[in-house]
């Protein structure tokens, strides 16, 4: 899981040097758990300006520049068309126990997705500024267990119920199959009669 968070992008207006404005993207990130104390402001453009780098490099400031944009760039992407920051895991607002007030304290420390609570280290712990933050801790780690057992419930009760439909279209083909070779079956002969019954005409 990253350890970069976006904060927000908005769009700055800057001056050509023929005096028309031009837009400039604008992004605020932080590390997890950081938001409220340490956050930094560039512009997208710079930040995106990345070069492919081997994983065997030794030029450390490549690696972590390529590591920030691509936890920034799907978030910007999103921003761009319209749509809400991406969250990498299960939403806040998905788990019933939190509230809507502390889920936006937890956002404020950057942290976005249960997941990321429940891996959550006792130095972002805390940083949040909610009575029994570590309890939070705890119940988002038990949410996420029983939300596993459920999700995999639904798949299993899926796939029987996917199975039964496909046993019964098959049952349904071989009740077809067998009407039509009845039918076949009993389907009155035409033409000439076989050898047998002309000579027993003849005689």
Same mark, same amino acid.
Do not use: H
């Given at each position: 899981?990253?350890?970069?968070?976006?904060?927000?992008?908005?769009?700055?207006?800057?001056?050509?040097?023929?005096?028309?404005?031009?837009?400039?993207?604008?992004?605020?990130?932080?590390?997890?758990?950081?938001?409220?104390?340490?956050?930094?402001?560039?512009?997208?453009?710079?930040?995106?300006?990345?070069?492919?780098?081997?994983?065997? /490099?030794? !030029?450390?400031? $490549?690696?972590?520049?390529?590591?920030?944009? @691509?936890?920034? +760039?799907? &978030?910007?992407?999103?921003?761009?068309?319209?749509?809400?920051?991406?969250?990498?895991?299960?939403?806040?607002?998905?788990?019933?126990?939190?509230?809507?007030?502390?889920?936006?304290?937890?956002?404020?420390?950057?942290?976005?997705?249960?997941?990321?609570?429940?891996?959550?280290?006792?130095?972002?712990?805390?940083?949040?500024?909610?009575?029994?933050?570590?309890?939070?801790?705890?119940?988002?780690?038990?949410?996420?267990? /029983?939300? !596993?057992?459920? $999700?995999?419930?639904?798949?299993?009760?899926? @796939?029987?119920? +996917?199975? &039964?439909?496909?046993?019964?279209?098959?049952?349904?083909?071989?009740?077809?199959?067998?009407?039509?070779?009845?039918?076949?079956?009993?389907?009155?002969?035409?033409?000439?009669?076989?050898?047998?019954?002309?000579?027993?005409?003849?005689?």
């Amino acid at each position: 899981m990253s350890s970069v968070r976006v904060v927000k992008f908005w769009t700055e207006y800057k001056q050509n040097a023929d005096g028309t404005p031009r837009e400039v993207d604008m992004v605020e990130y932080c590390g997890v758990g950081q938001a409220q104390y340490a956050t930094t402001r560039d512009t997208v453009s710079r930040i995106s300006k990345v070069r492919p780098v081997d994983p065997m /490099s030794e !030029d450390e400031a $490549a690696k972590m520049a390529n590591l920030r944009w @691509a936890a920034i +760039e799907p &978030a910007y992407r999103a921003w761009k068309s319209g749509q809400e920051l991406p969250v990498n895991g299960t939403p806040l607002g998905a788990w019933p126990a939190l509230t809507p007030e502390k889920a936006d304290v937890l956002r404020a420390c950057g942290i976005r997705a249960v997941e990321e609570l429940a891996e959550a280290t006792e130095t972002v712990i805390n940083r949040i500024k909610l009575p029994g933050a570590r309890d939070l801790k705890a119940q988002a780690i038990l949410f996420l267990a /029983s939300f !596993d057992k459920q $999700a995999t419930a639904n798949r299993i009760s899926a @796939a029987e119920q +996917e199975n &039964a439909a496909l046993k019964a279209d098959l049952e349904e083909m071989r009740q077809l199959l067998l009407e039509m070779q009845a039918a076949k079956e009993d389907k009155p002969r035409r033409g000439r009669p076989p050898k047998a019954e002309q000579e027993e005409e003849a005689a």
